[in-house]
């Protein structure tokens, strides 16, 4: 693989030197099989069509800046490292599933011993984040229209009818009442109408209006009196992929302000005769009581909302012995979130480093819990240390690897997790959404059928005592 990016710079840096074509100089470079010149076309052509936001990149984030500058040489070959890092693993795994299954897929990882990878790595973060922030504007300045950054950088408007207060009915005609109009054929180009007042139901998640951005709902009647929960689609998420079912205990590890929590309960509750608990704790004193009134307003009133630590929490305590499913969404630097404008605070190094450190330790808690079956983690980061880093290092732990899968959750939505986490999923302000993540730990069914044994095998034994 290496070879590839050497012979794709090396191509680069003859095209900035006038020396020909980009297809004249891949397809003639000697001693290439032909599929692998094709390759290095391909990456070269990509990386010179990003160059733009790549460079802003390389500006913005510093990389040449200090110890950076003996680097500057190198600059074809930065173009392309960081072209692979952001664009290129996805665009062959995108090619792999859309032509033929024996491609190889490119993966791109950067080499821990090549001195001008470890200094692109050390930049990971800043990458990650700049790139999404570029993105948004780039997107918004190719759409033609001239719009207040604020409006530019803004996704649609999610509400989510609260199902135990209110029915889909009852909250449409609130809406027409408010002078919205529901739409139920949506126009591609205006997908609220004419005059943006339009609102139409989501295609992935059940029960939830999608508005045009900018609609500001907080002072809306039915949101104030917990019939309409104000919930961005992307949090929607790990609830669904958890998942409760008829006689589940659950908890909700990290709950406040909690509307998690309530789309776990209303969930909870479809079944009329749900005997399942749910557990809600959080560490934060003045967030959990925040919690507590919320959930009274949305009208769960049986929540046993605890102000605690989690990893305090003791896993075999028989009062938890019924859980089966847990939710992770733990306190995490935020940078998915759109209206987060210190991206870069957000994103410090060593910030990130200790949020990965405690969200894997918190996850790795909830897996230990003796009889649970799925653990669901999310966060609102789009950084890769965050995400698919603490979902690839807590399946390396031996109970981890022993016991548990990642289920592949959501199959039709496209966004996937990076670096080959594909069970996993992603939410992208390109799908209208914060940025988000979500993956889905599942016990093997093995494992269970075995555990059931071992306790059935003690149980005889003790009989036999
Ligand atoms: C991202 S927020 C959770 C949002 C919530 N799930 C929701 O949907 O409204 C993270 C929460 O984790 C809580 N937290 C951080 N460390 C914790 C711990 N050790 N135990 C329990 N809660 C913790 C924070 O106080 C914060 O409220």
């Known amino acids: 693989m290496n070879q590839i990016y050497s ?10 030197a006038k020396k020909g074509t980009v297809k004249g100089l891949s397809l003639n470079l000697p001693n290439v099989p032909s599929d692998r010149k094709k390759q290095i076309f391909a990456i070269v052509t ?16 510093g990389i040449f800046k200090s110890k950076g500058k003996q680097f500057r040489k190198k600059y074809p070959m930065i173009l392309i490292l960081i072209y692979e890092f952001l664009i290129g693993n996805e665009k062959s795994k995108n090619n792999q599933k ?7 897929i490119r993966k791109f990882k950067f080499s821990e011993k090549d001195p001008l990878h470890k200094h692109l790595f050390s930049f990971r973060t800043q990458i990650v984040s700049q790139f999404a922030r570029l993105k948004i504007k780039e997107n918004s300045k190719s759409s033609g229209e001239t719009k207040s950054n604020q409006e530019l950088e803004s996704i649609f408007r999610y509400a989510r009818i609260n199902i135990l207060k209110c029915n889909k009915e009852d909250a449409i005609q609130h809406f027409i009442s408010e002078n919205f109009h529901f739409i139920e054929n949506i126009e591609k180009e205006k997908p609220f109408g004419d005059d943006n007042k339009g609102f139409y139901l989501d295609f992935d998640v059940p029960n939830l209006f999608v508005f045009a951005s900018g609609t500001d709902l907080h002072q809306d009647t039915f949101v104030i009196n917990g019939s309409i929960i104000l919930q961005d689609k992307a949090s929607c998420f790990p609830a669904l992929a958890l998942n409760p079912s008829v ?6 590890a990290c709950a406040a302000p909690g509307n998690k929590t309530f789309q776990i309960y209303e969930l909870m509750k479809q079944f009329p005769n749900n005997s399942g608990k749910l557990f809600a704790f959080d560490l934060d004193f ?9 959930l009274n307003v ?5 929540v046993i909302a605890q102000n605690e630590d989690f990893l305090k929490v003791n896993p075999n305590d028989p009062l938890f012995s019924s859980v089966k499913k847990i939710l992770v969404d733990p306190s995490c630097s935020g940078t998915g979130i759109i209206a987060n404008q210190n991206i870069f605070e957000s994103a410090n190094e060593e910030r990130i480093k200790s949020l990965a450190s405690f969200q894997k330790k918190i996850l790795l808690h909830a897996l230990s819990f003796k009889n649970v079956e799925r653990v669901v983690y999310s966060t609102c980061s789009i ?3 965050e995400n698919e880093g ?17 289920e592949n959750i959501f199959p039709k939505w496209k966004r996937r997790g990076l670096n080959g986490f594909v069970s996993c999923i992603r939410c992208s302000f390109e799908d209208k959404t914060n940025g988000f993540f979500v993956a889905s730990f599942v016990r093997n069914l093995s494992q269970k059928k075995s555990n059931k044994k071992r306790k059935k095998k003690i149980q005889s034994n003790e009989n036999l005592d």
């Not at 012979?7 to 900035?16: D, E, G, H, M, Y």
């Not at 859309?98 to 190889?104: A, C, G, I, T, Y």
């Open 390 to 406: 603490v979902v690839d290092s807590v399946l390396k732990e031996d109970f981890v690897q022993n016991s548990f899968h990642l």
């Open 298 to 302: 949305f009208g769960a009133k049986n």
């Open 7 to 16: 012979k794709s710079a090396f191509v680069l840096s003859q095209v900035f």
């Open 247 to 252: 006689s589940d205990d659950v908890i909700d």
């Open 286 to 294: 003045q967030r959990t009581e925040l919690l507590r009134k919320r």
């Open 98 to 104: 859309n032509n033929s299954k024996k491609r190889r």
């Open 383 to 385: 950084t890769i240390e």
């Open 46 to 61: 990509e990386t010179l069509k990003n160059k733009t936001i790549i460079d802003e990149i390389i500006n913005s984030v």
